[in-house]
């Protein structure tokens, strides 16, 4: 029962254009969501997140938008660059002791 | 500012065995997680420890155990290995109650 869905498991995009990363959750418990990036024989990175209280978060070219009621949420990077080539985690967490829920990852590939 | 370290890199194990890994947390983070990475799969909660204490489980069997020190460094043990026991075992640290967690390199685990 996977209560965190990256359902695309690739994404290409020409450097330069908007990335999009999609990311589904099930349980409406979460209140907290963030994004990690992972490059290969590395850990994840955090990269973003955003409380379930608000609908938009930015940090330099990086937006994470939030649909409570579709229970959606998305990471937007302008303009993407070679760098961000990785693998992108979405991970949701009810807070607490509870750890953070992560999807299965999508890999962004940056093509120059 | 030291981040978070794991060792070791590498371990190669037999079915049965028992295993340590370790964990230094980042400067400043008293709370440390450990997570769980299959092949193709996102990081999986096992357990966190706060101020010595096992405070949140994921749904992982008890043979797999923990310990947090008083300079919040951090074990994970786990005994009577299995074949699925193989994976890239995660630290993470954060401040407190944090929402954001700040992960280590990994160490990966072969049991043969």
């Known amino acids: 029962d996977q209560q965190v869905k990256q359902n695309s498991p690739s994404l290409s995009v020409q450097e330069g254009r908007i990335s999009i990363l999609n990311c589904d959750y099930t349980?409406?418990?979460?209140?907290?969501f963030l994004w990690y990036k992972k490059y290969p024989a590395e850990g994840p990175t955090f990269l973003i997140s955003?409380?379930?209280?608000?609908d938009k978060n930015e940090d330099g070219r990086f937006t994470v938008f939030l649909n409570k009621s579709a229970k959606h949420l998305s990471l937007h990077i302008v303009p993407s660059q070679p760098g961000d080539s990785a693998v992108y985690f979405c991970a949701a967490t009810r807070g607490g002791a509870d750890g953070l829920t992560f999807g299965k990852g999508t890999h962004l590939i940056i093509q120059p | 500012e030291t981040g978070v370290t794991q060792s070791p890199t590498h371990l190669i194990k037999t079915r049965g065995q028992q295993v340590t890994l370790r964990c230094s947390s980042q400067s400043g983070h008293n709370t440390v997680s450990w997570y769980q990475q299959a092949l193709g799969q996102g990081p999986q909660f096992i357990f966190q420890?706060?101020?010595?204490?096992?405070?949140g489980r994921g749904n992982f069997p008890p043979r797999f155990s923990g310990l947090q020190f008083p300079n919040y460094s951090s074990e994970l043990n786990v005994n009577a290995l299995e074949l699925d026991d193989s994976a890239l075992y995660l630290c993470a640290s954060s401040p407190g109650t944090s929402y954001e967690q700040y992960f280590g390199p990994g160490t990966r685990l072969t049991v043969t």
């Open positions: 420890y706060y101020r010595e204490e096992e405070n």
């Open positions: 955003i409380s379930s209280i608000k």
């Open positions: 349980n409406s418990m979460f209140d907290y």
